[in-house]
């Protein structure tokens, strides 16, 4: 029953051999993660498990006023139920369950005591020696509550809406109003005025949330949690149960897609170490499907959009206010609608941006969280100016498009957006795209071709980072990064190896395990400028290390040498035309003659903020789409889109399509699928299953072209990369509905676009 816990290290195939950055590399992970022998944090067994299931709350406010447990109590194989009334020593102020990415206000504390906060609040643990009889004896557990008034209808709040707490370190509240916005909107020949409305959508990654605590022999707690970060699980739990970093060990090797659901760690982990500790065993607590809709979704979100432009195509005024929901406990924000500020050039400009404090757990990030909205609204606004004035979409985007922030008054970093469009549309074909909706039709279907602009931040954060060059000549280098999917392990190596000019399939990466070097949480689309600047920095210690060693060699020109003089390559260290004349080493010789069985180094990675700050520094894309609607029906397909991004020097095309591709179908599932409805009667998610939440599949997609343009960011990174993930999401619903518009002639300002609203 026991199973081992050391886990799959991804290695590249041998024969992979010597690749650089910006060669197109298979996903070294890629093995492990199809035969089964990467495990994920529900996947670790122990010899005398003990399995928890949770019970949750079916009210949205009160609180509990008896717990009935009797009956499940005498179920076999039962051990404990925890709950409020009997739950261990926990910590109890706030700043204990802060992670490192909690909104400002005060964090949910699961079991703290009866109150009831939302639908679906985890209220107890059942823990039994099997998942089965955990889980029937949950069943079993009745519940007596008070119930009070809630709300959790956005639309009919809107009214008592708050301006966000600015404590949330990263949030930038929209800025300062330039120019006079709605005096240049009343006074411009041209008008757009509409509201937008995105309902709730859930996260549903392949892997459901969990964690596994191993007890250990001398109560060292070894944790595999489902998270984007090891060390803010790890920092977390620590906080919340005192317990130092030297006997708490959270790892998170493989994880089956996060894309912001593991950015907090949810009540899974609190749960599982709490019961581990109470009972002194090792705990698994993995949450349903259904309980996948019972921590934080995407917001839902009410918007207006104003634009007004000057007949030919001038935006005068530009005015984009949003209203989300949060929770009561907690000031969720994102960035809405500072977009609009910064993706045109235009001098009249008011941005507004809001909270409704909801009966609702607070929303949490979910892949492009903000943008996804905001940059929504806009994109179909300027659609419709398009329409208003008369003028193609894209050259509309490009009579209006900026060179620099004028909000902020910044530089870009570098901006290839224009590349973007221009290489976008000729491989789209849009030059052929007649202007009139209805215009293009074949047998019952109606034929739209749309477009948007997309644009994600460009982040990079610090980390450490460690590397080993052993004498066989392998090459370990680590930092508690996260691979959720996105290539991690594979950009990480491939950067180590073309650095120190090993053959990839000798470089192992580590990651996921929080007793390694400080890294951030992989989020944002951010770890490619962060880990692997700290990589190549790591490396670059590393070579200069190797050298003087080579220097002590006396009988060999390296002594004479310059550091600059000398190249990593096909795993030897290089001297060419040097002072003393050419030579070369391998780094296996070099260490055998230097003695050494390794060479280590560390490295700190620090963004240069002084130089960064004095430039924005963004992703851009550009999405054009093609939409076929039954004319009958009202169903949509997207049947062909072309993605063009700009995102700095690419490290691995391979997976960075990907990236892109996994971002554009969840941009055509926002556009045509995704929504949680919520009984407002009971203040309830209702159609918390994938029967009932629909995601993208693979019928919903069909030709996604993805192109990079050049663009060589140093600012933003050592690389020259900037980053892809988000991006490809960006601007792809607001593509597709602009493209139902040129199909029908029906403008939805609403996602999403399902066939009663198409029809
Ligand atoms: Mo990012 S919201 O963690 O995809």
Known sequence: MTSPHNDVQPVAEPGTGYVRKGDGVPRVDGRAKVTGQARYAAEHLADG??????????????????LQLDAARAVPGVVEILSHLNRPRMRKLDLFYKDMTAPAGSPFKPFHSDGILYSGQPIALVLADSFEAARYAASLVRVQYVQEEHETHLLSHLERSHKPSRLKAGFSPPPDETGDAQAAFDAAPMQVSAEYYAGVEHHNPMEMHASTVLWGED????????????????????????????????????????????????????????????????????????????????PETWQRVQLAARADGTLAAVLHEAIAETARIEDYVEVVVNWSGQ???????????????????????MRAPGAAHGIHALEVAMDELSYAVGMDPLALRLHNYSERDEAQDLPYSTKELRACYEQGAARFGWSQRPMAPRSMREGHELIGWGMATGQWDAMQMF????????????????SAATDIGTGTYTVMAQIAADAMGLQLEDVVFRLGDSTLPVAPIEGGSSHVATVGSAVEGVCEKLQKKLFALARRLDDLPFAKARFA????????????????????????????????????????????????????????????????????????????????????????????????MGGVVWGISQALHEETHADHRLGRFMNHSLAEYHVAVQADVHDIDVLFVEEDDRIVSRLGAKGVGEIGMVGVAAAVTNAIYHATGRRIRSTPMTPDKVM
């Open 343 to 365: 993706l045109y050039k235009c001098d009249n400009v008011k941005l507004g941006y809001r909270l409704v404090a909801l009966d609702h757990y607070s929303p949490i990030d």
């Open 49 to 66: 498990m003990i399995f928890g299931v949770v019970v949750n709350s079916t009210i949205a406010k009160g609180r509990i006023a008896t």
């Open 565 to 660: 003089d000398v190249q990593f390559r096909e795993g030897s260290m290089v001297l060419q035309g040097g002072p003393g004349g050419s030579c070369a080493i391998s780094l296996q010789q070099l260490l055998a003659r230097a003695g050494e069985t390794r060479v280590e180094t560390k490295y700190l990675m620090l963004p240069n903020i002084l130089k960064q700050k004095k430039y924005v520094r963004a992703t851009h894309s550009a999405v054009f789409c093609e939409v076929r609607v039954d004319e009958d029906f009202g169903t949509v397909r997207v049947t062909r889109v072309v993605s063009a991004v700009a995102a700095g020097r690419i490290m691995n095309p391979q997976l960075a399509r990907s990236q892109i």
């Open 463 to 478: 980390a450490r980072a460690h590397a080993e060059l052993h004498a066989d000549g392998r090459l370990v280098v680590g």
């Open 219 to 298: 109560g060292h707690l070894t944790v595999y949690d489902k998270s984007q970060s090891s060390q803010n699980s790890r920092w977390m739990v620590s906080h919340v149960f005192g317990i130092p970093k030297h006997r708490l060990t959270v790892k998170n090797p493989f994880v089956g897609g996060a894309f912001g659901s593991g950015l907090r760690p949810q009540y899974n982990l609190i749960l599982a170490v709490m019961a581990a500790l109470h009972l002194k065993r090792s705990v698994r607590v993995v949450l349903t499907r259904q309980q996948m809709f019972t921590f934080g979704h995407r």
